[in-house]
């Protein structure tokens, strides 16, 4: 299996602040304004599936997972990698054993089976996708049931012959091998995601 290479997508600072700025091209040295972004859109409910409903004070429990989640199972973020363009980093320490760095499989997730031509056929941009993001064999690609419509933080992993995360289960998760420090960037052997059986 060939490892995976990736465009540098992200061209932006890593810090979280919702802010635009303005910066001047004339005079690098003039003060930058900096300004709130304009607040998103409220999310409507619809009949659409892909389409959550808007927050509500009926759903305290589902908000107060919400919030258990954030506090307790965020472990990684994106950010530029040195290694090869986007990789998933530690915001905080992740014990080894850790199994919930990414999300977990529900039954909606479904991965096709396309042949190589059939994937040679697609316009470039998404052959680039499935390229690059999509594990294959010798004779095909296998490629999320919804496209590219959604994407785990998981598909940003680089490669490393010296691995500090593992897959289980043919990639349902990914196990910390060892501690790994936060600001640390995680890495899986290609050749190890899924299981010869």
């Keep these: ?9 992200y061209g932006g600072d890593t810090g979280t602040a919702a802010v635009s700025k ?4 004339d005079n690098p040295s003039a003060p930058v304004l900096i300004r709130p972004m304009a607040p998103r859109p409220a999310i409507r409910s619809t009949d659409s599936p892909n389409v959550h409903a808007p927050v509500t004070p009926h759903n305290d429990a589902r908000r107060d997972a919400l919030l258990a989640v954030l506090r307790d199972e965020s472990w990684v973020m994106l950010k530029p990698s040195a290694v090869e363009g986007v990789g998933v980093f530690a915001v905080r320490d992740i014990p080894k054993g850790c199994r919930s760095m990414f ?5 909606p997730e479904a991965w096709v089976s396309v042949p190589r031509d059939a994937i040679a056929a697609l316009p470039p941009h998404a ?6 993001y999509c594990l294959y064999d010798e004779t095909h690609y296998f490629v999320p049931a919804d496209g590219f419509t959604k994407m785990d933080v998981a598909c940003f992993l680089n490669h490393a012959d010296t691995p500090n995360v593992i897959s289980i289960d043919d990639g349902d998760y990914f196990e910390a091998v060892r501690d790994i420090a936060a600001g640390e960037e995680l890495f899986i052997d290609y050749g190890e995601i899924v299981s010869g059986d």
Aim: proline fraction near 4%; charged fraction near 40%; avoid cysteine.
């Design 127 to 132: 052959r680039f996708l499935v390229e690059n």
């Design 1 to 9: 299996m060939r490892e995976r290479g990736r465009a540098n997508w």
């Design 22 to 25: 303005a910066v001047r091209v």
């Design 103 to 107: 999300s977990k499989p529900d039954a």
